[in-house]
């Protein structure tokens, strides 16, 4: 893997974990407006996660890295990001674009964050489509604190 440098989110947090992972996938945009992206075609797609917080776990940890790839990865590596339930349907706000696919794994990550015992929190997710593209999903700042 690449080491790459990304956009970092301002916070006042003690302690800020970060942990890449890529998985593999199939999609296609169910949008006459996407272009060639309405066939079916694969990514390698690349995953910054930030996690923040104030305090640590049991085992001293902000979150144990591992916990984090699992997530995703179990999830999303080898499928058609079509076929998962947060990408189906006809409304463009679940169509499996980097966008979409972006706020999915905050949603993901941050639940799982919930049931930690040091409340943790995802400041923000990266996904790399292509090695030229990429999005950044943010939480507003309300939902974070």
């Known amino acids: 893997m690449i080491f790459q440098y990304y956009p970092t989110v301002s916070h006042s947090f003690t302690y800020e974990l ?28 690349v995953v910054n996660v930030t996690v923040c917080g104030d305090a640590l776990d049991e085992s001293g940890f902000l979150v144990n890295f591992a916990s984090i ?11 058609s990001l079509n076929e ?5 349907g006809a409304d463009s706000e679940r169509f499996p674009t980097t966008e979409v696919l972006a706020a999915a794994i905050y949603a993901k990550v941050q639940a799982y964050l ?11 997710i990266i ?12 939480p507003k700042m309300q939902e974070i604190m």
């Open 18 to 45: 970060n942990k890449d992972l890529h998985f593999a996938a199939a999609h296609f945009i169910p949008s006459s407006l996407a272009g060639k992206c309405q066939d079916l075609h694969g990514h390698t797609y």
């Open 69 to 79: 790839k699992e997530l995703i990865h179990k999830r999303y590596d080898h499928t």
């Open 84 to 88: 998962h339930e947060e990408f189906s």
């Open 114 to 124: 919930d049931g930690c015992a040091n409340q943790p929190r995802c400041m923000q």
């Open 127 to 138: 996904v790399r489509e292509t090695p030229t593209s990429y999005v950044i999903y943010r």
